[in-house]
């Protein structure tokens, strides 16, 4: 035998107990049983970013990262693996992710956050009605600039504006009630120091009742408030201080009352508390579904029960999860 056919079955053999060790620990992962209730759905993509439980249809509202869209699952008395229906596929959208959702009750809408998902040239806010599906309106966010931008999570007051985060470009678009960028909010403390800090910026965004929004800045976990109620809202953003745990990676944000928090993200999820307005906060709960390959993006409430939803959906029928979390 030649040193040289040696080292040629050698190395093939290296590659392939290389290439073993992660696709073992995949499957490892994937055949793990929660230890909390899941929700089972197959899909037509791999990827569903954002998923909002919708009380009055009682069903969960999923976008669709991959090709844009939105879906439903309706969940079943049984445990089987549910089905999702696509809702809303825009063709002049078509290429652009859809990613954060809201559901503005009071007008029985959807809000949807869409961006140009790998050359963050394009950004818009959409909005549909929950009973027939028509767009209501097209918000177009990133205009004729050069610069990047990447609509990531959107929120609604109680007047019916909209806030959608950039996480690129490090600001706040508002869009009032009728889809007309109203405009941009911005301040020094959405860009921390390190540039790698700043690779993903604010994203996961919520409205508090008492006139305020809470963010999330993905790669350095500040917790932002900033106060809508009192003049230029650029000047009324303050850093909450958060102790008892790191909110680096947190993703997504969901307000569970007016003093807590869940922040979604990856490798666990938190459970954040505030006893003084969102002065100051802490890390009071931490769960993880163990499912660390399939990346937890947002969370959303169904019946006083917190479920995360997972980024990617596995095998050849896409099957997607979302999982209770309890902290």
């Not at 999820?269 to 100051?280: A, F, I, N, P, Y």
Request: hydrophobic share 40%.
């Amino acid at each position: 035998m030649s040193p040289s056919f040696c080292s040629g079955r050698c190395s093939a053999a290296l590659f392939l107990v290389i290439s073993a060790v992660p696709i073992a620990y995949l499957i490892s992962l994937e055949l793990a049983v929660p230890s909390t209730h899941v929700f089972s759905y197959q899909s037509s993509g791999f990827f569903r970013e954002c998923a909002k439980w919708d009380d009055v249809g009682r069903r969960f509202l999923v976008s669709f990262m991959d090709g844009g869209g939105v879906g439903e699952i309706v969940p079943k008395d049984s445990d089987d693996v549910l089905e999702e229906v696509t809702l809303v596929k825009d063709v002049d959208l078509a290429g652009n992710a859809s990613l954060g959702i809201v559901i503005d009750r009071v007008r029985n809408r959807l809000l949807v956050a869409v961006a140009d998902l790998l050359g963050n040239r394009y950004s818009a806010l959409a909005a549909y009605d929950l009973s027939t599906w028509r767009r209501l309106f097209l918000a177009e966010l990133s205009g004729h600039s050069k610069e990047k931008t990447f609509a990531d999570d959107v929120a609604v007051d109680e007047q019916g504006n909209a806030y959608v985060t950039d996480a690129k470009a490090s600001k706040i678009w508002k869009v009032d009630v009728n889809g007309k960028l109203v405009n941009t909010i911005t301040s020094s403390l959405f860009t921390p120091p390190g540039w790698y800090n700043n690779l993903v910026t604010l994203n996961g965004i919520v409205y508090h009742p008492d006139g305020f929004l809470i963010v999330i800045h993905t790669f350095s976990g500040y917790l932002y408030k900033i106060d809508l109620t009192n003049g230029d809202v650029s000047n009324q953003v303050t850093v909450i201080d958060v102790s008892g745990g790191t909110l680096r990676f947190g993703d997504g944000l969901e307000l569970l009352s007016p003093t807590k928090i869940v922040v979604a993200g990856s490798s666990s999820s938190k459970l954040v508390e505030s006893s003084d307005g969102w002065r100051t906060a802490s890390v009071t709960g931490w769960f993880s579904s163990g499912m660390v390959h399939r990346l937890v993006s947002s969370a959303t409430v169904k019946e006083g029960r917190v479920y995360l939803n997972h980024i990617v959906g596995f095998g050849s029928k896409k099957k997607h999860v979302l999982v209770e979390a309890v902290f």
